[in-house]
């Protein structure tokens, strides 16, 4: 899987303008899969894990994590942070500011 930063860096009509002051961190469209326990009586070719869209700000990633933000604050620190095992995205977006 590409890093977030290839994909950014890769398409040249979203990637983020270079300028000498700080940029906020891109902003992600993360398409995700989630488990899921059915304790009911649902046959098991029933049962589908739920996919979710979340979009927030490149916090860090790895070749395990992806972590976004929700918040930045006046500084550019990210918050608000929610970790994405790499397994479980489906699709990333860069969505332009």
């Known amino acids: 899987m590409r890093t977030v930063r290839e994909i950014v860096e890769a398409d040249e009509k979203v990637a983020p303008p270079s300028s000498s002051s700080p940029?906020?961190?891109p902003l992600l469209e993360i398409k995700w899969v989630d488990i899921i326990s059915d304790s009911s009586w649902t046959p098991p070719e029933e049962v589908?894990?739920?996919e979710f869209v979340t979009v927030g700000f490149l916090a860090y990633e790895?070749?395990?994590?992806?972590?976004?933000?929700?918040?930045?604050?006046?500084?550019g620190s990210c918050w608000g942070v929610t970790a994405l095992p790499k397994?479980?995205?489906l699709s990333i977006k860069y969505i332009k500011p």
């Open 87 to 89: 397994g479980v995205i």
């Open 23 to 25: 940029s906020p961190p």
């Open 62 to 75: 790895d070749d395990l994590v992806l972590k976004i933000a929700d918040t930045l604050d006046s500084d």
């Open 48 to 50: 589908e894990c739920p």
